[in-house]
């Protein structure tokens, strides 16, 4: 999971993750896209969860170069941060793009770096 998965433990609430992230997103220039609040969806389904939101993010510096290449890239769009409880723990997770060259043709290494450290930059600087 450790090539697919980039996380972080914060000592933050999760809900203070979730606007930490949001501010890291706006520090770096990022665009705000959508977040899914997970928990109250299955909750509407009569299920119970813990708390976890997908946060989608986008540049459209990376998003412009990167479907250039390849449109399938499309599949991994937008960049997801994920704020997840587990075990009364607080993770703040993003996807390493450095697996999008093994998956679509076209896409170098150093661009999917590029994006990687962005994504990481972000985690890291929320948590």
Known sequence: MENFVYSVETKKSFEEAVVSV????????????QIYDIKER???KGFNFSQLKIIEICSAKYANK?????????????????VIEDNNKVYIAGMRTTIMPDLFQGITKEEAQEVENEIIAIIDNAK
């Open 22 to 33: 949001l501010k890291s997103v706006d520090q770096k220039s990022w665009a705000l896209f």
């Open 66 to 82: 990167l479907l250039s290449k390849n449109k399938f890239v499309s599949m991994c769009m937008p960049c997801k941060i994920n």
């Open 42 to 44: 299955l909750a509407a």
